[in-house]
């Protein structure tokens, strides 16, 4: 029987790189859910990523994510993967 473990990492980067951050983890792969959160760790957004979500879909979170890096001058993204065991 196979089950899936899940991990989490944190990055801590500035505003301004935060949507290549998200494009480049998107890409990864292996990923279950993406959280923004501020410098004082309030959860800005959270992102469920699920299979087949790609393009255009991810398009308005990409847009509220550019929205969110213009006012922050740093932020800590959270990243939730899945690993098969």
């Given at each position: 029987?196979?089950?899936?473990?899940?991990?989490?990492e944190?990055?801590?980067?500035?505003?301004?790189?935060?949507?290549?951050?998200?494009?480049?983890?998107?890409?990864?792969?292996?990923?279950?859910?993406?959280?923004?959160k501020?410098?004082?760790?309030?959860?800005?957004?959270?992102?469920?990523?699920?299979?087949g979500?790609?393009?255009?879909?991810?398009?308005?979170?990409?847009?509220?994510i550019?929205?969110?890096?213009?006012?922050?001058?740093?932020?800590?993204?959270?990243?939730?993967?899945?690993?098969p065991?």
């Amino acid at each position: 029987m196979s089950h899936n473990t899940v991990h989490t990492e944190e990055f801590r980067i500035e505003g301004e790189k935060l949507i290549a951050k998200i494009r480049e983890l998107i890409h990864e792969g292996n990923i279950r859910r993406i959280i923004i959160k501020d410098k004082e760790g309030k959860t800005l957004m959270e992102i469920p990523m699920t299979f087949g979500v790609v393009g255009a879909l991810l398009a308005p979170q990409l847009a509220a994510i550019g929205a969110i890096a213009a006012l922050l001058s740093e932020a800590t993204v959270v990243v939730e993967k899945s690993n098969p065991n």
